[in-house]
């Protein structure tokens, strides 16, 4: 298994950047395929981005392509998301999450963080 806590959310201006982290427990973090998903008020709970276990390959949703970046530290145990040019309509609660199956496996990452609060401001 797998704990995961996110950080980094906060209130930002339109147009602006935020650097979400998720730090993740135990001794096999590599062995996960890992996940940033969000959930706007009053919605469901959208796919974001999602990363290999090397790393080396990415898959984004269509609304975030060009803006943000996953990226992954196996040696600190940690995946971060960079997002850039954020718009009002990023705004949600924005989830980690971890799959021991394939990272483009978007309905299988089965676990997950508390999430952290993004709002951007127009």
């Known amino acids: 298994q797998v704990q995961l806590v996110e950080s980094g959310g906060g209130l930002v201006q339109a147009g602006g950047s935020l650097r979400l982290s998720c730090a993740a427990s135990?001794?096999?973090?590599?062995?996960?395929?890992m996940g940033w998903f969000r959930q706007a008020p009053g919605k469901g709970r959208d796919f974001v981005a999602a990363?290999?276990?090397?790393?080396?390959?990415?898959l984004y949703a269509d609304s975030v392509k060009g803006r943000f970046t996953i990226s992954r530290d196996n040696a600190k145990n940690t995946v971060y998301l960079q997002m850039s040019s954020l718009k009002p309509e990023d705004t949600a609660v924005y989830y980690c999450?971890?799959?021991?199956?394939?990272?483009?496996?978007?309905?299988?990452?089965?676990?997950w963080g508390q999430g952290t609060q993004v709002t951007v401001s127009s």
């Open positions: 990363l290999s276990r090397s790393g080396f390959s990415t």
């Open positions: 135990g001794r096999t973090f590599s062995s996960y395929a």
């Open positions: 999450a971890a799959n021991s199956g394939s990272y483009y496996s978007v309905d299988a990452y089965d676990y």
